[in-house]
């Protein structure tokens, strides 16, 4: 199974042993709608990193809790320095005093973090109340050492307190979506909203929720609308109302909404650039097409412009326009050696066939970037439907397999792998897991069938050799596939 290039996010985060495709197993979130529930629970509402709806928590607590849990000193302190830099070029900002507040907690300085806390939610009443936080991150610090009982004590304690305040509700709720628990998430947003309606938080939230949990347009209309008029200098307020409009079809108030958010937040994206980032993330590739290139029309710099084409490259490979996609990929490429761009290059080059040609882009980015998990994927997987390197292909699957556990893509690639390498009984126990998550990949069922062939399981290998053959028609090994079923039929 080969990676292709999903999004410029993506792409560029090659080397990061975090990136996810499809996971073969995924831990079980805590239903409670708890602080404590799993940290690698799927987020509900899958949202860009800048659209927060809640200031209290621009930096995410489990991150926090984590870092300061396994003694990472330095990247707390780059996180603090960095907001600190924020902070000096807008002097006296709340939500940035506040957030910084949150890093210091973490990195030791509670004292000091308390009295910054306190200052920026004197200041702006939708930020939490300095006990609250420190009451609350005392908790993610507990967890992130792994004292649960401990931690749990204290959560008990915090939800008794503060059980009708209406920042410690929205966490409660968040953490309810990200749990899965749509009913703890509701009765917790609603209660903060009738708890405090002036506040804009209360009904940016609320409006997030029932947009995307019970799709009601009409309520989340009207409280979006509430937001914006509660907050018109927020940008967080008009990046989810922006995306709000967007996935209602509502593309000219959408970019208006992106426009004002540039106007605050001269950091923020291109409004075209994130329409069309934001209509990926919808799966509407033509829109986002459409975007991009509207993008590319106007003065951009020399980094935008590659970081845009790049994202055009990735929609027009979803779209099988590949000679368009190369275009854009080489055009990138002949301003800069970017790594992520060669691995691109080398999806486009495998789904024309150009196997050598894209077995020289994977080895490249190997050797621009050494142990790259999806370029060792995806070279593994060329080389095993090459019939080439067999013993190549599993050292290069065991190495992607280390850098991004539990993925489908990757440990269908390692079955594959223990089957050619003669281990067929390891193959046939990945690959079983493995069709479950990915079931539409022909090379997966075909694997699968080649080991219970070995293991002299003919029965239940004929449906996944047939399988491949329906998934593919013009599957490179469909005469192999016949030869192999054509004796298991002559058996019943």
């Not at 749990?152 to 503060?162: G, M, S």
């Not at 390692?414 to 009984?425: E, I, K, Q, S, Y």
């Amino acid at each position: 199974m080969s990676f292709y290039i999903r999004t410029f996010a993506m792409v560029m985060a090659l080397a990061v042993a975090g990136v996810q495709a499809v996971p073969v197993t995924t831990a079980p979130g805590s239903k409670s709608g708890s602080l404590l529930a799993e940290p690698g629970a799927t987020l509900q509402f899958s949202l860009p990193a800048d659209m927060h709806a809640n200031p209290s928590e621009q930096v995410p607590p489990e991150v926090l809790a984590k870092l300061r849990g396994s003694g990472n000193a330095q990247a707390l302190r780059k996180m603090g320095l960095e907001l600190k830099q924020r902070l000096d070029q807008n002097p006296g900002d709340p939500y940035l005093m506040h957030a910084l507040a949150t890093v210091m907690f973490h990195d030791g300085s509670e004292k000091e973090a308390r009295a910054l806390w306190a200052a920026a939610s004197k200041r702006e009443p939708n930020l939490a109340l300095a006990e609250l936080m420190a009451a609350v991150h005392g908790v993610y610090a507990l967890q992130g050492k792994g004292e649960q009982a401990e931690a749990k004590k204290q959560l008990a304690a915090v939800e008794k307190k503060y059980a009708a305040d209406p920042h410690f509700l929205l966490m409660r709720g968040e953490q309810a979506m990200r749990a899965k628990n749509v009913k703890a998430a509701e009765i917790a947003y609603r209660r903060a909203y009738e708890l405090a309606p002036t506040l804009y938080v209360t009904s940016l939230n609320l409006a997030r929720f029932v947009d995307a949990a019970r799709n009601d347009v009409t309520s989340a209309t009207r409280l979006y609308s509430e937001a914006s008029r509660l907050a018109p200098k927020r940008p967080e307020v008009w990046n989810n109302y922006g995306l709000f409009l967007l996935r209602h079809n509502q593309a000219d108030l959408a970019l208006d909404a992106f426009r004002k958010v540039k106007s605050l937040d001269a950091s923020a994206p291109l409004p075209e650039r994130r329409m069309g980032d934001l209509s990926v993330s919808l799966g509407r590739y033509e829109e986002a097409r459409r975007w991009y290139l509207a993008a590319l029309a106007l003065k951009l710099s020399e980094a935008e412009t590659q970081t845009i084409r790049v994202a055009l490259g990735d929609v027009l490979l979803r779209l099988k326009r590949y000679d368009e996609a190369r275009q854009e990929m080489e055009a990138v490429l002949r301003t800069q050696e970017l790594p992520p761009v060669v691995f691109a290059l080398g999806t486009i080059d495998e789904a024309q066939g150009k196997l050598q040609a894209a077995e020289a882009r994977y080895r490249q980015t190997l050797k621009l970037t050494p142990g790259n998990p999806l370029a060792a994927n995806n070279l593994a997987m060329l080389l095993l439907k090459s019939d080439k390197g067999a013993a190549e292909a599993l050292k290069l699957a065991d190495e992607a397999r280390r850098a991004i556990p539990n993925n489908a893509i990757i440990e269908g690639t390692w079955g594959c792998a223990l089957g050619a390498n003669g281990r067929p009984g390891e193959a046939v126990k990945v690959l079983e897991g493995v069709v479950k998550a990915a079931p539409d990949d022909p090379w997966v069922h075909y694997c699968l069938g080649k080991g219970l062939i070995a293991q002299r399981r003919g029965k239940e290998a004929t449906p996944h050799l047939k399988q491949a053959l329906q998934l593919d028609e013009h599957f490179p090994r469909r005469d192999e596939v016949n030869k192999l079923i054509a004796p298991l039929r002559q058996v019943r």
